[in-house]
């Protein structure tokens, strides 16, 4: 079964930077065929989409609120996912997980991360 482990957040000022990783492990196939999506989800707020990476690395994409201080990357020889979020403001406090969406016995199923807390204020 999928196993995503998201590590690297902590407590920032504003205008910090913070590098998420995401270890994955247990694809079927391999690591470098799935899109890998970040999620956050700010405090009494639910489920915002970040960005997400296509398998080979090639295309990726992002909500508003984080282009041009976001940036998604990838290791498909470590399964390794990453997000490297600079300019950090307060509305950027969120918990940040990563997600995959599988193709199992005909189902899609979706695997989640716990999640890193990221905290950031003055």
């Known amino acids: 079964e999928v196993q995503l482990v998201e590590s690297g957040g902590g407590l920032v000022q504003p205008g910090g930077s913070l590098r998420l990783s995401c270890a994955a492990s247990?694809?079927?196939?391999?690591?470098?065929?799935?899109?890998m999506n970040w999620v956050r989800q700010a405090p009494g707020k639910g489920l915002e989409w970040v960005s997400d990476i296509t398998g080979g690395g090639i295309r990726t994409r992002y909500a508003d609120s984080v282009k041009g201080r976001f940036t998604v990357s990838r290791d498909n020889a470590k399964n390794t996912l990453y997000l490297q979020i600079n300019s950090l403001k307060p509305e950027d406090t969120a918990v940040y997980y990563c997600?995959?969406?599988?193709?199992?016995?005909?189902?899609?199923?979706?695997?989640w991360g716990q999640g890193t807390q990221v905290t950031v204020s003055s």
């Open positions: 247990g694809f079927t196939f391999s690591f470098s065929d799935y899109t």
């Open positions: 997600h995959v969406v599988v193709a199992e016995d005909g189902h899609y199923k979706h695997y």
